[in-house]
């Protein structure tokens, strides 16, 4: 029997086995939080579950009536719990399963291999009694590898994140410096394990798709991981290897916390010279000789920038390119093997594809469309007026006379002037944009468009005076007065 608001029962006893037979009969776990002379509290789930079902019911005693009646009631049984097996269910549709999505690397691999011919792909397993277990799995497209041996900077930045997903695992990653120092994405791969055999793995294929011996002429940027470090050792002897100098400085302020620590850290790091090197040491050695001996442990060579390669045309002393590259993806990493993999293969491929502004050498429209602009061509118009406040006339100076004058707003003034019989009289056209020759009787005499008719220079002189503006003369001839 299920329970409804404003039922009334005889005795709390008829109350519970009406609840007792509600909860067998859809198997609900309830239990009666609350129970005394006059009231009854009845909860779903587990005292102290986080997880609690929302449904309650309370009934009271009522005491003008001798019965017992539902006052408040909440029928829904949501947990968290069947939230959660609801949404895993969703993903699973959308997704597939975790376990075909494994089983269907290799198709995803040749796949790849087919739309982007000459890419480098490369899938391990562990081999047991009981079947084939995924290992490893590395990527890196043909367009990616062109593009970093013809415009980037020899310098690769090494460093790996943890996935999200339900299987646990690492995906690492080698991300470039384009000639603007910027992100680009090289090659990645994910991995069971961040450790050193599947890091010399990952850079022997790396070695080869950026076509190096032994890593010469190549610069690596990485953490103090331990199977790193001997992993790059081993394959790439004679390659650069700097080290992350904020995680040599996290390190470093474990044992010497202070701001002043810090800050000489850093001077040291960006030491461009060997002197300057010795004389920031210097300074650390003067406030705390443990300190100054802990840095010389740690291999300045590797992490300070004045005895970095010359010929990289990169003073970077961190890799937090690969940091930034980790929190573009940080998305993807929460789901399925080949989700993530198709995610991270479209996002590289669109950040390349799309136009990016370069100041004002190219106009780009809607974010992916662009066109080179020629701005020699664009030259702003040359300044008539001389800069600075105008000069006024001394007292000394006779004001010059102006046959011009304003007509206000309207643009229209008068300009006359007498010489024999004849007469020379226009009107400036303001904004209506015509101008009228007149007599002196101000009758119209001739009408003209301004557009088509000639200006006179600003300094033309008619009949003796200088016209300081534009304007239209026309000399008439004199009409006879009539009668």
Same mark, same amino acid.
């Given at each position: 029997?299920?329970?409804?608001?404003?039922?009334?029962?005889?005795?709390?006893?008829q109350?519970?086995?009406?609840?007792?037979?509600?909860?067998?009969?859809?198997g609900?776990?309830?239990?009666? =939080?609350?129970?005394?002379?006059?009231?009854?509290?009845?909860?779903?789930?587990?005292?102290?579950?986080?997880?609690?079902?929302?449904?309650?019911?309370?009934?009271?005693?009522?005491?003008?009536?001798?019965?017992?009646q539902?006052?408040?009631?909440?029928?829904?049984?949501?947990?968290?719990?069947?939230?959660?097996?609801?949404?895993?269910?969703?993903?699973?549709?959308? &997704?597939?399963?975790?376990?075909?999505?494994?089983?269907?690397?290799?198709?995803?691999?040749?796949?790849?291999?087919?739309?982007?011919?000459?890419?480098?792909?490369?899938?391990?397993?562990?081999?047991n009694?009981?079947?084939?277990?995924?290992?490893?799995?590395?990527?890196?497209?043909?367009?990616?590898?062109?593009?970093?041996?013809?415009?980037?900077?020899?310098?690769?930045d090494?460093?790996?994140?943890?996935?999200?997903?339900?299987?646990?695992?690492?995906?690492?990653?080698?991300?470039?410096?384009?000639?603007?120092?910027?992100?680009?994405?090289? =090659?990645?791969?994910?991995?069971?394990?961040?450790?050193?055999?599947?890091?010399?793995?990952?850079?022997?294929?790396?070695?080869?798709?950026?076509?190096?011996?032994?890593?010469?002429?190549?610069?690596?940027?990485?953490?103090?991981?331990?199977?790193?470090?001997?992993?790059?050792?081993?394959?790439?002897?004679?390659?650069?290897?700097?080290?992350?100098?904020?995680?040599?400085?996290?390190?470093?302020?474990?044992?010497?916390?202070?701001?002043?620590?810090?800050t000489?850290?850093?001077?040291v790091?960006?030491?461009?010279?060997?002197?300057?090197?010795?004389?920031?040491?210097?300074?650390?050695?003067?406030?705390?000789?443990?300190?100054?001996?802990d840095?010389?442990?740690?291999?300045?060579?590797?992490?300070?920038?004045?005895?970095f390669?010359?010929?990289?045309?990169?003073?970077?002393?961190?890799?937090?390119?690969?940091?930034?590259?980790?929190?573009?993806?940080?998305?993807a990493?929460?789901?399925?093997?080949?989700?993530?993999?198709?995610?991270?293969?479209?996002?590289?491929?669109?950040?390349?594809?799309?136009?990016?502004?370069?100041?004002?050498?190219?106009?780009?429209?809607?974010g992916?469309?662009?066109?080179?602009?020629?701005?020699? &061509?664009?030259?702003?118009?040359?300044?008539?007026k001389?800069?600075?406040?105008?000069?006024?006339?001394?007292?000394?100076?006779?004001?010059?006379?102006?046959?011009?004058?304003?007509?206000?707003?309207?643009?229209?003034?008068?300009?006359?002037?007498?010489?024999?019989?004849?007469?020379?009289?226009?009107?400036?056209?303001?904004?209506?944009?015509?101008?009228?020759?007149?007599? &002196?009787?101000?009758?119209?005499?001739?009408?003209?468009?301004?557009?088509? =008719?000639?200006?006179?220079?600003?300094?033309?002189?008619?009949?003796?005076?200088?016209?300081?503006?534009?304007?239209?003369c026309?000399?008439?001839?004199?009409?006879?007065?009539?009668?």
């Amino acid at each position: 029997m299920e329970p409804h608001l404003g039922e009334k029962y005889e005795s709390p006893e008829q109350f519970k086995l009406c609840l007792t037979n509600y909860a067998v009969a859809n198997g609900y776990q309830l239990r009666f =939080a609350k129970c005394d002379r006059s009231r009854i509290l009845v909860r779903c789930g587990k005292k102290g579950d986080e997880n609690k079902c929302p449904f309650r019911c309370w009934e009271s005693w009522m005491g003008n009536e001798l019965t017992w009646q539902v006052k408040s009631l909440e029928k829904k049984h949501l947990s968290r719990g069947q939230c959660e097996r609801a949404r895993a269910l969703a993903f699973t549709l959308i &997704d597939g399963k975790l376990v075909d999505q494994y089983a269907r690397i290799w198709d995803y691999g040749n796949e790849v291999l087919r739309s982007n011919p000459g890419s480098t792909i490369e899938t391990g397993v562990d081999v047991n009694p009981d079947g084939k277990y995924f290992k490893r799995f590395y990527i890196c497209l043909k367009a990616l590898k062109v593009g970093w041996l013809k415009g980037c900077r020899k310098v690769i930045d090494l460093d790996g994140c943890f996935l999200k997903g339900k299987v646990k695992g690492e995906l690492i990653a080698a991300i470039g410096r384009d000639g603007n120092n910027q992100i680009y994405p090289i =090659a990645w791969a994910v991995v069971n394990v961040e450790n050193k055999d599947n890091w010399k793995w990952f850079i022997k294929l790396l070695q080869s798709d950026i076509e190096t011996v032994e890593g010469n002429g190549v610069t690596l940027i990485s953490n103090q991981h331990k199977g790193l470090l001997e992993a790059v050792k081993e394959v790439m002897p004679h390659v650069e290897h700097r080290q992350c100098a904020r995680h040599i400085c996290a390190n470093f302020y474990k044992h010497f916390s202070g701001e002043i620590y810090k800050t000489l850290f850093w001077e040291v790091a960006m030491s461009t010279t060997d002197q300057q090197f010795k004389n920031n040491m210097e300074k650390m050695k003067q406030l705390n000789n443990d300190a100054y001996d802990d840095l010389m442990k740690r291999n300045p060579k590797t992490w300070c920038r004045a005895y970095f390669a010359t010929n990289r045309a990169c003073e970077a002393v961190e890799n937090g390119i690969s940091e930034s590259f980790n929190s573009t993806i940080i998305g993807a990493r929460g789901k399925p093997l080949i989700t993530m993999l198709e995610e991270i293969r479209l996002h590289v491929m669109e950040r390349n594809w799309m136009v990016i502004p370069s100041g004002p050498q190219l106009e780009v429209r809607n974010g992916y469309e662009g066109y080179m602009v020629d701005l020699a &061509d664009c030259a702003p118009p040359k300044e008539k007026k001389p800069p600075g406040r105008p000069k006024k006339p001394h007292s000394d100076e006779a004001p010059s006379k102006q046959p011009t004058t304003s007509g206000g707003r309207g643009g229209r003034g008068p300009i006359r002037e007498r010489e024999g019989r004849g007469s020379y009289v226009g009107t400036s056209g303001g904004r209506g944009g015509r101008s009228f020759i007149t007599q &002196d009787d101000g009758v119209p005499e001739t009408q003209f468009d301004i557009e088509n =008719a000639n200006w006179e220079d600003q300094s033309q002189v008619v009949g003796g005076i200088a016209i300081d503006v534009p304007i239209i003369c026309e000399k008439l001839k004199p009409r006879k007065p009539s009668g």
